[in-house]
Antibody, heavy 118, light 112 residues
Framework: QVQLVESGGGEVQPGGSLRLSCAAS????????MHWVRQAPGKGLEWVAR????????QYLDSVRGRFTVSRDNSKNTFYLQMKSLRPDDTAVYYCAKDSINWSVDFWGQGTLVTVSS | DVVMTQSPLSLPVTLGQPASISCRSS???????????LNWFQQRPGQSPRRLIYEVSRRDSGVPDRFSGSGSGTDFTLKISRVEAEDVGVYYC?????????FGQGTRVEIK
């Protein structure tokens, strides 16, 4: 069965950096685009970024473009989110999600909490 | 960005009664390939989101048939034919045609 396990969250000061990882199993990772979606405490869902299966095509939310970078290692079945210049409004649970090919996401990880605070 | 507007934001429902959630998009999620990229997700308390419906009305495997999606153009609806206790949570619509993909604000379903 599909499993997505995020890690790397924690508390960081404004302006700091953090790298999130998403370990995937139970499907052919190298075939599917992957996404990051976040949820601020008590708030709704916000799509953050998408990376194609071969890492040649990427899309970002405007508010993170230039600060966040997505990447993947298909040999390790792992998806990453490098976050720099973090701001308090980046505080959220970050979910990785598997693309379902037909322009949607069908499986989500359990999420990892990122807290940006001084 | 495409704005997704859900209503109501809070929906108290009696067990066994129907429930309906509306979602309106500021731009149509209809693609040139003829598909409409409108999805519904359920987020139970303390859990990750789970996709229920994609392409307006296609139900995911394992989703009870009391959940149904409908709509066209810019107006979409998620219906629960008979609400059960396990349906408590927040429901989100999401358009997945235009970048960035965008979600509605969420509709909280609770039992009266």
């Amino acid at each position: 069965q599909v499993q997505l396990v995020e890690s790397g969250g924690g508390e960081v000061q404004p302006g700091g950096s953090l790298r999130l990882s998403c370990a995937a199993s139970g499907f052919s990772f190298g075939v599917y685009p992957m996404h990051w979606v976040r949820q601020a405490p008590g708030k709704g869902l916000e799509w953050v970024a998408r990376l194609s299966h071969d890492a040649t095509s990427v899309q970002y939310l405007d508010s993170v473009r230039g600060r966040f970078t997505v990447s993947r290692d298909n040999s390790k079945n792992t998806f990453y989110l490098q976050m720099k210049s973090l701001r308090p409004d980046d505080t959220a649970v970050y979910y990785c999600a598997k693309d379902s090919i037909n322009w949607s996401v069908d499986f989500w990880g359990q999420g990892t909490l990122v807290t940006v605070s001084s | 960005d495409v704005v997704m507007t859900q209503s109501p934001l809070s929906l108290p429902v009696t067990l066994g009664q129907p429930a309906s959630i509306s979602c309106r998009s500021s731009q149509s999620p209809v693609s040139t390939d003829g598909n409409t990229y409108l999805n519904w997700f359920q987020q139970r308390p303390g859990q990750s989101p789970r996709r229920l419906i994609y392409e307006v009305s296609r139900r995911d495997s394992g989703v009870p048939d009391r959940f149904s999606g409908s709509g066209s153009g810019t107006d979409f609806t998620l219906k629960i034919s008979r609400v059960e206790a396990e349906d408590v949570g927040v429901y989100y619509c999401m358009q997945s045609l235009h970048w960035p993909w965008t979600f509605g604000q969420g509709t909280r379903v609770e039992i009266k």
